[in-house]
């Protein structure tokens, strides 16, 4: 079974802060994709990545894949309070499967 | 553009009775996937449906099994509750099947809450 950690598991800041998540595994994914879901809803994917050392930006959003394919980073630069959610990264291992992590809740106070 | 439905939004039943979950995926969109939330954890993956045949298989009993229907929507059936099958279902619809290919987005719906007692 291919396991994916998120740390931290829960992130409280203040509006304006940058802040940085991460998602490993000793299995080798052949993408990786980011989601955020809020309270009561399903999540919403923000990024796939797909090639090993790659780079994506969304806005104030970062996205890294590791080099080896086993590791990924969410940095988020000035924090708002929309930024609110529960982040959770999502493995492919070559399958017709999405391994999940647990994901790290981030609170962000105004 | 509707989005992925599900039905219903909440459901309370006791141990040892059946459950029947709906969804109804995106127009167009031909795969369903179905995934397992418990409180505090990321989503399970317990069912693909592509095409009306079934694409892939999470680690789940055999109490749990879905269908997908000739329009693609899909009901989750689960049998003999347990109370540790107290979660959040969730269904997630994509044009394609599942794979690791970047452009296969998949877009979920708003889940049921299923509490066993």
């Known amino acids: 079974t291919q396991l994916l950690e998120q740390s931290p598991q829960f992130l409280s800041i203040q509006e304006g802060e940058n802040l940085t998540v991460y998602c490993n595994s000793s299995s080798v994914f052949s993408s990786l994709q980011w989601y955020r879901q809020e309270p009561g809803e399903g999540p919403v994917l923000l990024v796939t990545v797909v090639t090993g050392g790659e780079v994506k930006k969304l806005k104030r959003l970062t996205f890294q894949f590791g080099d080896a394919r086993k590791d990924s980073s969410l940095h988020i630069t000035a924090a708002q309070t929309g930024d609110t959610g529960l982040y959770l990264c999502a493995g492919f291992s070559g399958y017709s499967t999405l391994t999940f992590g647990k994901g790290t809740m981030l609170l962000v106070s105004p | 553009d509707a989005g992925v439905t599900q039905s219903p939004t909440h459901l309370i039943k006791t141990r040892g009775q059946h459950v029947t979950l709906r969804c109804s995926p995106i127009?167009?969109?031909?795969?369903v996937s179905w995934y397992q939330q418990v409180l505090g954890q990321g989503p399970q993956f317990i069912f693909q449906?592509?095409?009306?045949?079934?694409?892939g298989r999470g680690n789940f009993p055999d109490r749990f099994s879905a269908r997908q229907f000739p329009n693609y929507s899909s009901e989750l059936n689960v049998n003999a509750l347990l109370l540790g099958d107290s979660a959040l279902y969730l269904c997630?619809?994509?044009?394609?099947?599942?794979?690791?290919?970047?452009?296969?987005?998949?877009?979920f719906g708003p889940g049921t809450r299923l509490t066993v007692l």
């Open positions: 449906y592509y095409e009306k045949e079934e694409r």
């Open positions: 997630a619809s994509r044009i394609g099947p599942l794979t690791g290919l970047s452009y296969n987005e998949q877009f």
């Open positions: 127009s167009g969109h031909k795969s």
